[in-house]
């Protein structure tokens, strides 16, 4: 069974910033893909950002240019750096691994963007 513990949350002003953390129990390379995803109060979950074993990565329109993944083989660790953050981006962050055809997901961890 493969653990995705994430870390990083908080609560940040609107314009702020912030780096989520998603540590791996097995090496983020034997993934397929892995990735962030939101989900709001009322809403759906929804992609974030993805990065496929060979790096390739791709963002929801609404973060591009704003959020940025990335992975550390040494620390087996995919980060999200989100900046400018606003107040529509208050969710639950979730880490997403693909291992097609089994999908694992961590506990979640909330942002909170508020003055």
């Known amino acids: 069974q493969v653990q995705l513990v994430e870390s990083g949350g908080g609560l940040v002003q609107p314009g702020g910033s912030l780096r989520l953390s998603c540590a791996a129990s097995?090496?983020?390379?034997?993934?397929?893909?892995m990735g962030w995803y939101r989900q709001a109060p009322g809403k759906q979950r929804e992609l974030v950002a993805v990065?496929?074993?060979?790096?390739?990565?791709n963002y929801a329109d609404s973060v591009k240019g704003r959020f940025t993944i990335s992975r550390d083989k040494v620390k087996n660790t995919v980060y999200l750096q989100m900046n400018t953050l606003n107040a529509e981006e208050t969710a639950v962050y979730y880490c997403n691994a693909d291992d097609r055809p089994v999908a694992y997901w961590g506990q979640g961890t909330q942002v909170t963007v508020s003055s």
């Open positions: 097995r090496s983020i390379f034997s993934f397929y893909a």
């Open positions: 990065i496929t074993k060979g790096g390739s990565t």
